[in-house]
Every structure is written in C-alpha cells, then in structure tokens.
C-alpha cells in the first residue's frame, strides 16, 4: 500500500501561483508514475499533469500546457505541482496519483493509489 497526502491549497487571486506537494509513504520501493488529478462539484475527476518514474517524461492537459509544471523528488518520495497564471477555472479540489508503471499516463484507471485532496480557490 502507498499513502498519498497533499498540501499546498489554499486561496488566490487571477494570475497569482501556487505549489501543491503530495508526500508518498509505505510502499515506496515500487516504481510509481505519478498524476495529478482536479475535480469539481458535479462533475468527474478531470487529468491534469502526470510524470514518468523518472522524471525524464511528463505529459499535461490541454487546459494547462504552459502553466503547470509537474516534478518530483524520488529522494523525498514527493512529487509538486507548479501552477502558474492561475485562473478561475482552475478552481476544483486537485488530487494526487500514483499508478505502479513507469511512464506517464492520463487514464484514472490507472492509477493505484489516491490521495485525499487539496481545495485549490482562485477568486478575486
């Protein structure tokens, strides 16, 4: 078993930033791709951003390319999110991933473990 927990939501305006970490913990020695997922009232959890073990690959949502930015420190056993020129769209509670494969993957199927969530607000 692997426990996801992220951190790093909170509230800002249009245009302003903000990092979301998700620590990993238990099952560590397996090598995980890693997602990062958003979901709104109503609606189904949406891909955004997922990352190779390695790091050397990444792949985004439309919705984000040249905003968001994925990385990760297997080190720490953490993996961020970058998110940049935020907009009120963005709002949505934004989930944590790790799938037991090597490469990036947008599929929900995928993806093993879950993390509880953080509420990302953009709002003036």
């Known amino acids: 078993q692997v426990q996801l927990v992220e951190s790093g939501g909170g509230l800002v305006q249009p245009g302003g930033s903000l990092r979301l970490s998700c620590a990993a913990s238990g099952r560590t020695t397996i090598s995980y791709a890693m997602g990062w997922f958003r979901q709104v009232p109503g609606k189904g959890r949406e891909f955004v951003a997922s990352?190779?073990?390695?790091?050397?690959?990444?792949n985004y949502a439309d919705s984000v390319k040249g905003r968001f930015t994925i990385s990760r420190d297997n080190a720490k056993n953490t993996v961020y999110l970058q998110m940049n020129s935020l907009k009120p769209d963005d709002t949505a509670v934004y989930y944590c991933a790790a799938a037991e494969r090597l490469r990036v993957t947008p599929w929900r199927y995928e993806y093993d473990y879950w993390g509880q969530g953080t509420q990302v607000t953009v709002s003036s």
């Open positions: 990352i190779s073990w390695s790091g050397g690959s990444t």
